[in-house]
């Protein structure tokens, strides 16, 4: 069975430093993974996604994260942090289309940002 | 464009009203979503359409029951509900499950509070 799991429940920063946020995930096979953001009582926005065509992911608002299958990591980072950037992240993996495709969450980081 | 609409944004209903939540999307996409998110945790998946049919039901309590009435809207129907099902209540679709497809895109979710 996939799984993940989200190394920091909470991760705070100061505005213009590096943001590391950490994801480890489990499964058979080449995972479909996804990270999504979610700021204080909103939805959750895609900032990026992997599925195999390159390790390197480059998401929005300048986030990328990087796929290290011998690690069974994909953890995301920004070079600069922004105050916009303060909000609850969750690393996804998806299950495969014979298991319901469904997402399976991590359980959270939530980055704060100091001016 | 990759809108998915949720209306209304904040409910408030007593244990014994009947109330319904809608969802709307204009991407053409054939897969729809509900899920459930209490404070501070992920999303939980409670329902999944395709192509307007019900394919999963994670065991929600029957107080809580779906309609698709054509592949752009969906529909949640709330009855006899308890305090312990306030919640974010988010809706999310996908042009499928598989490859390209399967990206989820959320709306802004409705806040419920049972009293």
């Known amino acids: 069975a996939q799984s993940v799991t989200q190394l920091d429940s909470h991760v705070s920063v100061s505005e213009g430093t590096p943001v590391l946020l950490r994801c480890n995930y489990s499964?058979?096979?080449?995972?479909?993974l996804f990270w999504y953001v979610q700021h204080p009582n909103k939805g959750l926005q895609l900032l990026l996604k992997y599925t195999s065509a390159a390790t390197l992911v480059k998401g929005i608002n300048g986030f990328e994260a990087e796929f290290k299958k011998s690690e069974t990591s994909f953890h995301l980072t920004k070079p600069s942090a922004h105050m916009s950037d303060a909000a609850e992240y969750f690393c996804?993996?998806?299950?495969?289309?014979?298991?319901?495709?469904?997402?399976?969450f991590g359980q959270g980081t939530e980055l704060s940002v100091k001016p | 464009d990759t809108e998915v609409t949720q209306t209304p944004k904040h409910l408030v209903m007593g244990m014994t009203n009947k109330k319904s939540l809608k969802c709307e999307q204009h991407m053409g996409h054939r897969a729809m979503y509900w899920y459930k998110q209490k404070a501070k945790k992920p999303p939980e998946l409670m329902f999944v359409y395709s192509y307007e049919k019900l394919s999963i039901n994670e065991s929600v309590p029957s107080r809580f029951s779906p309609e698709c009435p054509n592949s752009s809207l969906l529909n949640l129907h709330l009855h006899a509900l308890q305090p312990e099902d306030s919640a974010l209540y988010l809706c999310?679709?996908?042009?499928?499950?598989?490859?390209?497809?399967?990206?989820?895109?959320f709306g802004p979710g409705t806040r419920l509070l049972v009293l």
């Open positions: 499964s058979s096979y080449s995972p479909s």
């Open positions: 999310a679709s996908s042009q499928g499950f598989g490859g390209t497809q399967e990206t989820q895109y």
């Open positions: 996804v993996v998806r299950t495969f289309y014979n298991q319901g495709g469904k997402l399976i």
